[in-house]
C-alpha cells in the first residue's frame, strides 16, 4: 500500500518543480512510510516542453528490497507509481515473461507496467486486487491512470489548462502553488445528504474523483475518462448461457486474450455457464471456492498479517477462511468500548475462541476531544461517518503487531445484510396494495403518533418509515438513509445558500446508481446502488484513510471482483429471507461460525455521539456551531442551527448524526479552508478544460 502524486503537463502548461513534487509526495507520507521516490521527464521541467513528474510514498509488503518506485519498463519509456495490492501477480509473471518481457524485481508493481506494454487500457482487465496507479507513456506523451473496480483506492485529480494533477489525497494537490481552495457549494449540498462527499465531484472547485472501475487517459491537454467495469446486476440472474455474452458485456471481466484466459482465471473468467440453472447448493459450492480463493490470494505477503474481527457474520468467515489455510494460528484484532450498546468485544471473544486464533483485544474509551483534529486532517473532505473514530483506534492498535489486516468489508452491501434491505422489502409490498389502502397508511396523521427520543426505538422508526412511504421507491430509499433529507435541508439553508445550488439535486447520484440495474426487483436493485455509491464513498473511504493514516494495509476479500460479480447475480432469495439477511453465507460457512453468532443481530461499527453532545462534547458544540464564524459563512439560518442543538442537548430529539455532519464541516472549513496557507505563485482557473466523460 503506497501513497502518490504527481502531473503532467503539455508544452503550454506549467511544469511540476521538484521541490512542489517532494511536497506533494511527502503530504502522503504516512500512506507509505518505507521508501520514497520521484522521477522527472523532461530531468529539468521548463516551459515549452511536455513531460511529468511522478512522486511516490512506499509502504513495504512485497518484495521489500527490490520495489522501490517509481519504476520503469525494459528501456525507461514506460513509468509508474503505484497504490495497491495485486494478488494474481505471480500467475501473470509467468505468462509476462513467456512472452519475452524480463523482470527486475518480484513485486507485483512491475507486472502491471509489462500488462501496459501489451494491452495499454485494457491492462486493468487482468488485474484481481485494489489499485490506483498513473503510467507515464514517454513515447505518447500520455498519462494513464486507474482506479480498481469497486473504488478500494483512492484517486483525485485537478484538470488545469495544460496541466493535469493527480494524487491519492486531496492534500497532496493543494501544495501546488497556486492551487485555489474554493468550496464547491453544491458538494456541501451532497455531503449533508450522505454524510460524504459522492464522486466524481470535491468538496473544493475543479477538484475530481476518478470513479470507481474507471480509467482516463491525459494525452495532449485532452482527458478522456472511460469505464471499464461494473457489477452484472443488470444481468438476468445468471445469464451467461451464450460465450457470446461474455464479449458483449466487457465490463463484467472479459478477457480479451485468450492466452492470459488460461493462466489468469482471477480475471473475471466464469466457472459455470448455466448459473440461471443452478441450484442453491451449486451456489453455495460456487460462493465457497470464489471466496476461499480470494482469500488465500490475499494471505500472499512478506510482511506479519491478521484480521479484523467483530464477531460478526462477515470477518467471522473471513477469519475462519484464513485460519484453515493457515499453519499457524493467525493473529485477530478488535476493539471494546466501555458503553454496553457498541461493545462487541465478547463476541470477537467467542469467535476468536471458537476458531482458535491468536486473539488482541482493545479497550479504549473514544475521545472524540483528542482524534477529531486526526480525522479532519486525514480524511481531506468533510466525512461524517462516526464509525471513522473506532476504525481510527482499531487501526492504529493493529499496527502495533501487524501491517497488513484482512477484513470483512462487503459482505453487507453484496449479500443484504443491512436491516434497511428488510424494509425495502416491507416497502415494496406497499407498492401493490391498492391505492385507498397505500393512501390510508402513508397519511400525515401517522406522523401524530408520539416517538420515544431513542434514535432506534421502534416508535421512531416507524414513524419513519411510513412518513415516506408516500414517495417514490428510489427517493423514499434516499429519505430513510440520508442525514438531512430534502425537507431538513430546505428549513436549514439560507436563500442565499438555496439560489446558489443553481437546482443541484443530490438525489441524483442515487437515482443513477438505480439506473444500473432497471430489470431486477427493487430490493436487488438498492444493493446494486449500495455497492455503487455507499460502499466506495462511505465504508472504503473510511477503511482507506483510516488504516493509511497509520501505515496499515487492508484487504477485502468479499471485494474481489469475482466475489462481487457472483454476488451481483444471484437470485435474492439466497441472500435474504423474512427477518435475516445474508442467509446463504450464514449455511455455506456455518462450520466456522459459532452457533450463538449465527443469529445475533447486527450492532453496527459506531460511538455514543448522543450521549457525547448532552455532555462532554456540549461545549465544543456551541463553541463551534453557535460560533459568530460559523453562523456567519452565510450557509445556514442561525436559528435553524440553534434549534438543532437546543433540541437534542434538551433531550426532545435525536439530531447526533445531524450534528456530527455539521460539526465536522465546520472544522474542516476552518482547518483546511480559513488556515489555508499562502502560497505564491500563479492563479490556476477551477474550470475543467478538455475533459470527456463517456
Given at each position: 500500500?503506497?501513497?502518490?502524486a504527481?502531473?503532467?503537463?503539455?508544452?503550454?502548461?506549467?511544469?511540476?518543480?521538484?521541490?512542489?513534487?517532494?511536497?506533494?509526495?511527502?503530504?502522503v507520507?504516512?500512506?507509505?512510510?518505507?521508501?520514497?521516490?520521484?522521477?522527472?521527464?523532461?530531468?529539468?521541467?521548463?516551459?515549452?516542453?511536455?513531460?511529468?513528474?511522478l512522486?511516490?510514498?512506499?509502504?513495504?509488503?512485497?518484495?521489500?528490497?527490490?520495489?522501490?518506485?517509481?519504476?520503469?519498463?525494459?528501456?525507461?519509456t514506460?513509468?509508474?507509481?503505484?497504490?495497491?495490492?495485486?494478488?494474481?501477480?505471480?500467475?501473470?509473471?509467468?505468462?509476462?515473461?513467456?512472452?519475452?518481457?524480463?523482470?527486475?524485481?518480484h513485486?507485483?508493481?512491475?507486472?502491471?507496467?509489462?500488462?501496459?506494454?501489451?494491452?495499454?487500457?485494457?491492462?486493468?482487465?487482468?488485474?484481481?486486487?485494489?489499485?490506483?496507479?498513473?503510467?507515464?507513456?514517454?513515447?505518447?506523451?500520455?498519462?494513464?491512470?486507474?482506479?480498481?473496480r469497486?473504488?478500494?483506492?483512492p484517486?483525485?485529480?485537478?484538470?488545469?489548462?495544460?496541466?493535469?494533477l493527480?494524487?491519492?489525497?486531496?492534500?497532496?494537490?493543494?501544495?501546488?502553488?497556486?492551487?485555489?481552495r474554493?468550496?464547491?457549494?453544491r458538494?456541501?449540498?451532497?455531503?449533508?445528504?450522505?454524510?460524504?462527499?459522492?464522486?466524481?465531484?470535491?468538496?473544493?472547485?475543479?477538484?475530481?474523483?476518478?470513479?470507481?472501475?474507471?480509467?482516463?487517459?491525459?494525452?495532449?491537454?485532452?482527458?478522456?475518462?472511460?469505464?471499464?467495469?461494473?457489477?452484472?446486476?443488470?444481468?438476468?440472474?445468471?445469464?451467461?448461457?451464450?460465450?457470446?455474452?461474455?464479449?458483449?458485456?466487457?465490463?463484467?471481466?472479459?478477457?480479451?486474450n485468450?492466452?492470459?484466459?488460461?493462466?489468469?482465471p482471477?480475471?473475471?473468467?466464469?466457472?459455470?455457464?448455466?448459473?440461471?440453472?443452478?441450484?442453491?447448493?451449486?451456489w453455495?459450492?460456487?460462493l465457497?471456492?470464489?471466496?476461499?480463493?480470494?482469500?488465500?490470494?490475499?494471505?500472499?505477503?512478506?510482511?506479519?498479517?491478521?484480521?479484523?474481527?467483530?464477531g460478526?457474520?462477515?470477518?467471522?468467515?473471513?477469519?475462519?477462511?484464513?485460519?484453515?489455510?493457515?499453519?499457524?494460528?493467525?493473529?485477530?484484532?478488535?476493539?471494546?468500548?466501555?458503553?454496553?450498546?457498541?461493545?462487541?468485544?465478547?463476541?470477537?471473544?467467542?469467535?476468536?475462541?471458537f476458531?482458535?486464533?491468536?486473539?488482541?483485544?482493545f479497550?479504549v474509551?473514544?475521545?472524540a476531544?483528542?482524534?477529531?483534529?486526526?480525522?479532519?486532517?486525514?480524511?481531506?473532505e468533510?466525512?461524517?461517518?462516526?464509525?471513522?473514530?473506532?476504525?481510527?483506534?482499531?487501526?492504529?492498535?493493529?499496527?502495533?503487531e501487524?501491517?497488513?489486516?484482512?477484513?470483512?468489508?462487503?459482505?453487507?452491501?453484496?449479500f443484504?445484510?443491512?436491516?434497511?434491505?428488510?424494509?425495502?422489502?416491507?416497502?415494496?409490498?406497499?407498492?401493490?396494495?391498492?391505492?385507498?389502502?397505500?393512501?390510508?397508511?402513508?397519511?400525515p396523521?401517522?406522523?401524530?403518533?408520539?416517538?420515544?427520543?431513542?434514535?432506534?426505538?421502534?416508535r421512531?422508526?416507524l414513524?419513519?418509515?411510513?412518513?415516506?412511504?408516500?414517495?417514490?421507491?428510489?427517493?423514499?430509499?434516499?429519505?430513510?438513509?440520508?442525514?438531512?433529507?430534502?425537507?431538513?435541508?430546505?428549513?436549514?439553508?439560507?436563500?442565499?445558500?438555496?439560489e446558489?445550488?443553481q437546482?443541484?439535486?443530490?438525489?441524483?447520484?442515487?437515482?443513477?446508481?438505480?439506473?444500473?440495474?432497471?430489470?431486477r426487483?427493487?430490493?436487488?436493485?438498492?444493493?446494486?446502488?449500495?455497492?455503487?455509491?455507499?460502499?466506495?464513498?462511505?465504508?472504503?473511504?473510511?477503511?482507506?484513510?483510516?488504516?493509511?493514516?497509520?501505515?496499515?494495509?487492508?484487504r477485502?476479500?468479499?471485494?474481489?471482483?469475482?466475489?462481487?460479480?457472483?454476488?451481483?447475480?444471484?437470485?435474492?432469495?439466497?441472500?435474504?429471507?423474512?427477518?435475516?439477511?445474508?442467509?446463504?453465507?450464514?449455511?455455506t460457512?456455518?462450520?466456522?461460525?459459532?452457533?450463538?453468532?449465527?443469529r445475533?443481530?447486527?450492532?453496527?461499527?459506531?460511538v455514543?455521539?448522543?450521549?457525547?453532545?448532552?455532555?462532554?462534547?456540549?461545549?465544543?458544540?456551541?463553541?463551534?456551531?453557535?460560533?459568530?464564524?460559523?453562523?456567519?459563512?452565510?450557509?445556514?439560518?442561525?436559528?435553524?442551527?440553534?434549534?438543532?442543538?437546543?433540541?437534542?442537548?434538551?433531550?426532545?430529539?435525536?439530531?447526533?448524526?445531524?450534528?456530527w455532519a455539521?460539526?465536522?464541516?465546520?472544522l474542516?472549513?476552518?482547518?483546511?479552508?480559513d488556515?489555508?496557507?499562502?502560497?505564491?505563485?500563479?492563479?490556476?482557473e477551477?474550470?475543467?478544460?478538455?475533459?470527456?466523460?463517456?
Open positions: 500500500m503506497c501513497g502518490i504527481g502531473a503532467a503537463w503539455t508544452a503550454d502548461g506549467e511544469p511540476i518543480s521538484p521541490e512542489t513534487l517532494a511536497r506533494m509526495t511527502a503530504a507520507a504516512h500512506r507509505g512510510p518505507d521508501d520514497e521516490g520521484t522521477y522527472h521527464s523532461p530531468t529539468s521541467p521548463e516551459r515549452g516542453k511536455p513531460g511529468v513528474a512522486g511516490h510514498r512506499r509502504l513495504s509488503i512485497i518484495d521489500l528490497a527490490g520495489g522501490h518506485q517509481p519504476l520503469s519498463n525494459e528501456d525507461g514506460v513509468w509508474i507509481v503505484f497504490n495497491g495490492e495485486i494478488y494474481n501477480f505471480a500467475e501473470l509473471r509467468g505468462q509476462l515473461e513467456s512472452r519475452g518481457h524480463v523482470f527486475r524485481t513485486c507485483d508493481t512491475e507486472t502491471i507496467v509489462h500488462l501496459y506494454e501489451d494491452h495499454g487500457a485494457d491492462c486493468m482487465r487482468y488485474l484481481r486486487g485494489m489499485f490506483a496507479f498513473a503510467i507515464w507513456d514517454e513515447r505518447k506523451k500520455s498519462l494513464f491512470l486507474a482506479r480498481d469497486l473504488g478500494q483506492k484517486l483525485v485529480y485537478r484538470n488545469d489548462r495544460g496541466r493535469l493527480f494524487a491519492s489525497e486531496l492534500k497532496a494537490l493543494l501544495h501546488v502553488p497556486g492551487v485555489p474554493t468550496l464547491d457549494r458538494a456541501v449540498d451532497s455531503f449533508l445528504t450522505y454524510q460524504y462527499v459522492p464522486h466524481p465531484d470535491c468538496i473544493l472547485e475543479g477538484f475530481r474523483k476518478l470513479p470507481p472501475g474507471h480509467f482516463a487517459v491525459y494525452e495532449h491537454g485532452q482527458l478522456q475518462i472511460e469505464r471499464y467495469w461494473k457489477p452484472p446486476f443488470a444481468h438476468s440472474v445468471g445469464r451467461i448461457s451464450n460465450p457470446s455474452d461474455v464479449d458483449a458485456t466487457p465490463d463484467a471481466g472479459r478477457i480479451e485468450p492466452s492470459y484466459g488460461e493462466a489468469t482471477d480475471a473475471g473468467r466464469i466457472e459455470n455457464p448455466s448459473y440461471a440453472q443452478a441450484t442453491p447448493q451449486k453455495r459450492e460456487e465457497r471456492a470464489t471466496l476461499t480463493e480470494a482469500v488465500r490470494l490475499r494471505l500472499r505477503s512478506d510482511v506479519p498479517l491478521g484480521a479484523f474481527l467483530s460478526g457474520i462477515d470477518s467471522t468467515i473471513i477469519t475462519g477462511l484464513m485460519q484453515q489455510l493457515s499453519a499457524t494460528p493467525v493473529h485477530t484484532f478488535s476493539i471494546g468500548f466501555p458503553v454496553k450498546e457498541f461493545d462487541e468485544s465478547s463476541f470477537a471473544k467467542e469467535t476468536a475462541a476458531l482458535k486464533t491468536d486473539h488482541h483485544e479497550v474509551e473514544p475521545r476531544l483528542e482524534i477529531l483534529p486526526k480525522l479532519i486532517h486525514h480524511y481531506d468533510p466525512f461524517a461517518d462516526s464509525s471513522a473514530i473506532p476504525m481510527m483506534y482499531l487501526s492504529q492498535m493493529t499496527r502495533r501487524v501491517t497488513v489486516a484482512l477484513s470483512g468489508d462487503g459482505g453487507d452491501e453484496l443484504a445484510g443491512y436491516d434497511r434491505y428488510r424494509a425495502v422489502q416491507l416497502a415494496t409490498r406497499f407498492d401493490h396494495l391498492p391505492k385507498p389502502l397505500r393512501s390510508l397508511i402513508a397519511a396523521m401517522w406522523q401524530r403518533i408520539p416517538a420515544s427520543v431513542e434514535q432506534k426505538s421502534f421512531r422508526r414513524k419513519r418509515f411510513l412518513a415516506a412511504l408516500g414517495e417514490p421507491p428510489e427517493r423514499r430509499y434516499l429519505t430513510w438513509v440520508s442525514i438531512f433529507d430534502a425537507a431538513r435541508r430546505s428549513r436549514l439553508y439560507t436563500e442565499e445558500f438555496r446558489s445550488l437546482g443541484h439535486d443530490p438525489t441524483d447520484f442515487l437515482l443513477r446508481a438505480y439506473a444500473e440495474c432497471p430489470d426487483d427493487f430490493t436487488t436493485r438498492t444493493t446494486c446502488a449500495d455497492v455503487l455509491t455507499y460502499l466506495p464513498c462511505d465504508i472504503l473511504t473510511k477503511v482507506d484513510i483510516a488504516s493509511m493514516a497509520y501505515g496499515l494495509e487492508c477485502s476479500p468479499f471485494l474481489d471482483h469475482r466475489v462481487a460479480e457472483l454476488a451481483a447475480r444471484m437470485p435474492l432469495e439466497l441472500k435474504l429471507r423474512g427477518k435475516q439477511g445474508k442467509r446463504i453465507l450464514r449455511e460457512f456455518a462450520d466456522l461460525i459459532p452457533p450463538s453468532i449465527v445475533r443481530p447486527k450492532m453496527g461499527f459506531g455514543p455521539l448522543d450521549t457525547w453532545f448532552r455532555h462532554e462534547l456540549r461545549p465544543l458544540l456551541h463553541e463551534t456551531l453557535l460560533s459568530e464564524r460559523a453562523l456567519s459563512r452565510g450557509f445556514f439560518r442561525p436559528e435553524a442551527v440553534r434549534q438543532l442543538v437546543d433540541e437534542h442537548v434538551t433531550g426532545r430529539w435525536d439530531h447526533s448524526y445531524r450534528l455539521l460539526l465536522v464541516l465546520e474542516w472549513q476552518q482547518s483546511w479552508v488556515a489555508a496557507p499562502k502560497v505564491e505563485g500563479r492563479k490556476v477551477s474550470r475543467k478544460v478538455g475533459e470527456v466523460q463517456s
